[in-house]
């Protein structure tokens, strides 16, 4: 068989869906590592609510990953190579190749501490039923570095909330790591290596799920989508794993994660 050089695929939606799409929804990652094949993205277009994702897609993101590279969306259009969705739909039926699989950067991180056990924590979500109050992560943090004296915190969040996160937060122990203002694809990369992951539920997840790297998340019911469907499309090959504890969808679902004790997240680390 002979596979194409290069396929290319048009993004949509959010950080979450492009990163689901990238790495769970098609193999795309094993068929550059195995075969060879350029992946060429674009995102947005007319209709679509940019909400400044595609700066941040493009540069922070896919220009970061080997073997993917990003065109306008003239010049997406213009490019007679097979779209994804169509190779994987009629080509690819007899090709062994992974899903779930880390994204590789062209760059290494190198700031992680060694030989200790880390533990990562977004602190903030798009979403305001997703917010979990500031004050209870500075609980989280302050309990785990007391009770636990070989382990590492690390803070995620967006640029512009590092200093709020100093401020709030005590990152002055030297166990605990303000990492506010890192670009998208250094801290993908990070997160790849940490030892647990504590989020609310967002595209990290999906981050973990691919990198093996086990997650509390902070989970509350949405209106646009059921519980069940919710597990069966969001949640795929998580809510199912013993890796990866979901708080806040059962016995029933929350309204918003602020509901969720910090005492129950503390109890599974």
């Known amino acids: 068989m002979n596979l194409p050089k290069y396929l290319k695929i048009h993004l949509h939606s959010g950080i979450g869906d492009c990163i689901k799409t990238l790495t769970c929804n098609y193999p795309l990652l094993s068929l550059n590592k195995k075969y060879g094949t350029e992946i060429i993205t674009t995102y947005g277009g007319e209709g679509t609510n940019d909400c400044g994702w595609e700066s941040l897609i493009k540069n922070e993101l896919i220009n970061h990953i080997e073997g993917f590279s990003y065109v306008s969306n003239k010049e997406y259009d213009s490019l007679k190579h097979q779209t994804v969705e169509s190779f994987f739909k009629k080509d690819a039926t007899d090709l062994l190749l992974e899903t779930y699989l880390p994204l590789e950067f062209k760059k290494p991180n190198t700031c992680l501490t060694k030989h200790v056990r880390r533990i990562a924590i977004q602190t903030d ?131 918003d994660i602020s509901e969720i004790n910090t005492k129950e997240i503390l109890s599974f680390i």
């Open 125 to 255: 979500s798009n979403d305001g039923r997703k917010k979990y109050p500031i004050e209870n992560w500075a609980k989280i943090t302050k309990e785990i570095v007391k009770k636990y004296k070989n382990t590492h915190v690390y803070l995620f969040d967006a640029p512009k909330r590092r200093e709020y996160i100093d401020k709030n937060i005590d990152t002055t122990h030297e166990r605990v790591h303000n990492m506010a203002g890192k670009q998208l694809w250094e801290s993908i990369s990070l997160l790849q290596d940490m030892d647990l992951l504590i989020s609310p539920d967002s595209y990290s997840k999906y981050i973990a799920l691919c990198s093996r790297v086990p997650a509390i998340l902070l989970c509350c019911e949405l209106e646009y989508i059921g519980v069940d469907e919710m597990l069966r499309t969001c949640f795929n090959g998580i809510h199912n794993n013993d890796n990866y504890k979901l708080l806040g969808l059962h016995p029933e679902p929350i309204q």
